[in-house]
């Protein structure tokens, strides 16, 4: 069944709605955390640093550049198959998502994040208010037709990020607890989980759920699917 005519404008302009909110989210809560570091006396470029090295901040941050370019070209092009790219960027960031938001709240709800103060709208928004829209665009947007082995452009990024992470973890001073490791996460934190064994145990779970959410987002959009690639690679 085809969506009514002004259906796909109206998603279009609520995507875009959703971009802005996610990212006043995201201000608000880089503001109270880093405005309170400056507060505090502490040091203020580590905690900027450590804002933006969050899977949740960083996913968010994406999810609001993809959000707001999609809802404009669909707005500015309603009648032109979505390009591969954009396609690709949006199975991404849904994936991103909505692992986000069951992560946070299945193992961190409730954690008070090192670093600062939470805003608690902002919160939510980040941790469930986004990775709802994602997840309903999933089955709102008709992308292009994806290969399976679009799954792994999928996981590139979550395993730069997990590599940048326990990389950099044991580099930097807490800037709250003076501890001379930080991770952005508790079950990232050898020294919380007993060692390295503790966090590969989370890591290989995580990359499962990761993996998982990406099946699931690539193989929704491969059967809503009407419309070819405006841009494929001819090897897809």
Not at 89 to 107: D, I, K, P, R
Request: hydrophobic share 55%; net charge positive.
């Amino acid at each position: 069944m085809s969506a009514p005519p002004r259906w796909p404008a109206i998603w279009n302009a609520f995507r875009i709605a959703a971009a802005a909110l996610i990212a006043a989210a995201i201000i608000a809560q880089a503001s109270r955390t880093i405005g309170g570091a400056m507060s505090e006396g502490r040091d203020v470029a580590t905690t900027a640093v450590n804002f933006f090295s969050f899977f949740t901040v960083l996913s968010n941050v994406s999810s609001v550049v993809v959000l707001a370019v999609a809802g404009v070209r669909g707005l500015l092009k309603p009648r032109q198959p979505q390009p591969y790219a954009l396609s690709i960027a949006l199975a991404c960031v849904s994936t991103y998502m909505v692992v986000t938001g069951l992560v946070y709240n299945l193992l961190l709800r409730g954690v008070p994040l090192p670093q600062g103060t939470t805003v608690p709208w902002s919160n939510e928004v980040l941790h469930v208010v986004g990775p709802v829209v994602l997840l309903v665009d999933l089955f709102v947007n008709v992308a292009a037709r994806l290969p399976w082995k679009a799954i792994a452009a999928v996981l590139v990024f979550p395993i730069a990020w997990i590599l940048y992470t326990l990389v950099r973890g044991p580099l930097v001073t807490n800037p709250v607890t003076q501890n001379p490791w930080w991770y952005p996460y508790p079950f990232l934190d050898p020294h919380l989980v007993g060692g390295y064994g503790g966090v590969a145990v989370y890591v290989v779970g995580i990359a499962v759920a990761l993996g998982a959410v990406a099946a699931l987002v690539v193989g929704v959009g491969r059967r809503r699917a009407v419309v070819p690639a405006a841009v494929e690679p001819a090897t897809a």
